[in-house]
């Protein structure tokens, strides 16, 4: 019974977690092109790490999110989620 069980969640995350609501495969996007920081600091989740049109991030996404818009001209925030347009963030180097 176990094993059966075991089987049918394997097949439901492969076949339905895979899909956006409309049944479309999520598309991830990613960019590198920004490469400094305003501040030195940690954001929070679903901060803001980027501004739209601004050339420097706000803050860097802790290590288990992303900074992440639905689009390269939108805000975008730290989020678990690694569909939409990723903003790829350099290292904080921290002074001590």
Do not use: H
């Not at 492969?14 to 092109?33: I, P």
């Not at 805000?75 to 690694?82: G, I, Q, R, W, Y």
């Amino acid at each position: 019974m176990f094993k059966i069980l075991l089987q049918f969640c394997l097949v439901y995350v492969l076949v339905f977690e895979n899909k956006a609501d409309s049944g479309v495969l999520l598309k991830r996007s990613t960019d590198s092109s920004v490469q400094g920081y305003l501040t030195e600091r940690t954001c929070w989740w679903n901060e803001i790490c980027k501004e739209e049109f601004q050339s420097l991030f706000r803050c860097k996404c802790p290590e288990w999110s992303f900074c992440r818009a639905p689009g390269r001209y939108y805000n975008a925030f730290c989020s678990m989620a690694n569909t939409g347009y990723i903003w790829t963030q350099p290292v904080l180097i921290r002074r001590t």
